[in-house]
């Protein structure tokens, strides 16, 4: 099996995710949406370096600079539901005859899907971050 190599911007996701962490309290939902914006766009920057690599070979070792076909599959299965989730945020927050609980049902899911996105990308030392 092909080994991962780290694209060189493997810690941009960090600085986002610990922003929208301590800036989220207090926040209007548009504000929410925008950060939560830019917590993805920080996950999505390297993750489309390592997809932009070539594909591995089967017969890859170490020091081949490739994507391992499987990553790019679980990265973007990941990232089609925060992209996702996140447009049905900002529809439902500048729609306004949303209620509150569906501002919020929409905040809350485009938050766990963004947050899901990092994980999968983390798990695959594509981003740093706790």
Do not use: H
């Amino acid at each position: 099996m092909a080994r991962l190599r780290l694209p060189l911007g493997w810690s941009r996701g960090l600085f986002g995710a610990l922003l929208f962490l301590a800036a989220c309290a207090g926040q209007n939902p548009a504000q929410k949406v925008f950060e939560l914006t830019a917590v993805y766009n920080g996950v999505l920057n390297p993750v489309v370096e390592y997809e932009s690599l070539p594909r591995c070979p089967e017969n890859a070792d170490a020091l081949d600079v490739c994507s391992n076909p499987d990553v790019v599959r679980a990265v973007r299965k990941a990232d089609r539901v925060a992209f996702a989730a996140i447009n049905g945020a900002q529809a439902v927050v500048r729609n306004p005859s949303s209620s509150e609980d569906e501002v919020n049902l929409a905040l809350n899911a485009a938050e766990e899907a963004v947050i899901r996105f990092r994980q999968v990308a983390r798990s695959f030392n594509l981003v740093g971050g706790n």
